[in-house]
């Protein structure tokens, strides 16, 4: 079996938001987390599943498989799969087989998995990562893949001053107008940003109640555990805040060493009345965030080098949380 040497496999052992539960059918997903290569399947009872990608046997790609009840049979030679990792082989029913398991579960929309450490007591399970959701609506969840390492990707979406650049709609002015405050804690970095909001095409205007030359304030809080961010956006024309206020909830899965998984859940209030909100509002919203985090993901696809390693001399002042961040991965998610 080929080892997993992904720096960032020891991450496996949080929760990783990997994928929306409506994408997963009963035909069988190859995804990658961590470096490691797996197959998400769902049982015809509607359980999803995930096993390494390789079947223990001859190495076919148990995404190639079917499934059958509530195993998955591999299309090679048939061996079966149940959840946890039993193999039954049909030429040695006696045999007890086992293969690698993830832990997975659905919850938020969402289908989450982590790898069971050695000698982990089942009650040792940890929680699934949660976050401020009940007084806004549920607008999008979008998937985006970015070719650049976790600290990186990261360090993009923890400062402010590529937003005068970079985007469209969802941004300052002049970064030089931007009011800055970074707290530091053991296990978070929280980050308050405030200033004028950046002119942006008028047709938003029409569904949603902020204006070119509102305050716009974004403030957050990113986590490690797994890496997670989330902003609150917010917008004011002198001291009467706008009814329209962003939400972004975004999780950072390395997926390999130079490719990280954005997995970004959208809220915002209720924008317009009855059903008028789910099929005007929201999909307005998921596309204009959908756009502009596509923005980001071309900026980074034009980084000259992916070399993580940041030059203290060379940071600016928006800069300075991203070296608190490296800090925190590696001792808060990496462990170590
Ligand atoms: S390779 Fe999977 S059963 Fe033989
Ligand atoms: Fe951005």
């Known amino acids: 079996m080929a080892e997993n040497t992904c720096r960032y496999r020891a991450g496996l052992r949080h929760w990783h938001p990997l994928l929306p539960t409506r994408q997963l059918r009963r035909r069988p997903l190859r995804l990658q987390l961590c470096g490691e290569p797996l197959v998400l399947f769902r049982t015809a009872s509607g359980v999803a599943a995930a096993v390494r990608e390789a079947c223990p ?3 076919m790609s148990l995404a190639a498989g079917r499934v059958r009840g509530e195993q998955l049979e591999c299309a090679y030679h048939g061996w079966r799969f149940d959840r946890d990792g039993a193999v039954h082989c049909p030429l040695m029913p006696a045999a007890e087989l086992r293969h690698h398991a993830f832990q997975v579960r659905e919850a938020h929309g969402l289908i989450w998995l982590r790898q069971p450490q050695p000698q982990e007591p089942p009650q040792a399970l940890p929680p699934l990562p949660s976050w401020p959701h009940a007084d ?6 979008t998937l985006h893949t970015v070719p650049a390492p976790l600290e990186l990707t990261l360090d993009n979406f923890t400062e402010t001053e590529h937003t005068t650049t970079i ?23 929280r980050v308050w940003n405030s200033g004028p909001q950046k002119p942006f ?20 809080v990113t986590s490690f555990a797994p890496p997670l961010t989330v902003y609150e956006q917010t917008w004011r024309r002198g001291e009467r805040l706008r009814r329209f206020r962003l939400r972004v909830v975004m999780f950072f899965l390395p997926l390999a060493d130079a490719c990280t998984q954005l997995t970004t859940l959208l809220y915002t209030p209720r924008v317009l009345p009855g059903p008028l909100h789910r099929w005007l509002a929201a999909p307005m919203v998921r596309a204009i965030s959908t756009y502009e985090l596509d923005l980001d993901v071309r900026a980074l696809a034009r980084l000259a080098d992916l070399d993580p390693q940041l030059s203290p001399r060379s940071l600016g002042p928006f800069d300075r949380v991203l070296l608190e961040n490296r800090r925190r991965i590696q001792a808060g998610y990496l462990g170590g």
Request: avoid cysteine.
């Open 201 to 220: 095409p008028r047709l938003f205007d029409a569904f949603i109640d902020i204006r070119p030359a509102d305050a716009f304030a974004n403030d957050w």
């Open 136 to 141: 806004l609506l549920l607008a999008g969840i």
């Open 57 to 59: 046997h001859r190495r």
């Open 167 to 189: 985007h469209q709609v969802f941004g300052f002015r002049d970064p030089a107008q931007v009011q800055l405050r970074v707290d530091l804690e053991l296990n978070a970095t």
